[in-house]
């Protein structure tokens, strides 16, 4: 058991290793299920990390903390966008995939947060949208519509910054 809280999501994806390593580290393929949010990285350990929303510019930033394809990534943290969670620093985001016969188990934690983390309540909204569109985006072609995983996200830092 940990002292430190952290987020924990597990999710079972239709779709090859391979695919699904494509869709978490190819900035055209992100925006498509993160509502226009594109992930880019010089991805390699101490390369830079940068989430561009297309409308808020660059919402947050990291390095590349360990780089593993297509098995596992993990990458620093951090929210650049809003003054009460940039204030918190940096968090930590590791991604594992597994393949199981037709499918792929993604396990991503998100750990390194400080007591009473704000950003650790706005994640634990966030992620499981963003998640859920990348898993339905891979498994019919169609990500969840991106108002809706837009509406999640932006009620999750709400809520978080209310605490």
Known sequence: MTDKPN???????????????????????????????????????????????PTRGVTDTGEVLAWDPPNGMAYSFHVAFDPVFAAEGHSRVSVKLEP???????????DGFPPDSKVLEAVSHGWPSILSSLKTLLESGEALPSGDVEAARAEASARARAG
């Open 7 to 53: 987020f924990v999501y597990v999710t079972y994806i239709r779709a090859t290793q391979a695919a699904v390593w494509t869709a978490l580290t190819d900035p055209d393929f992100t925006a498509k299920y993160w509502s226009g949010t594109r992930l880019e990285a010089d991805w390699r350990v101490g390369g830079k990390v940068v989430l561009r929303d």
């Open 100 to 110: 199981l016969g037709e499918m792929t188990r993604l396990t991503l934690v998100h």
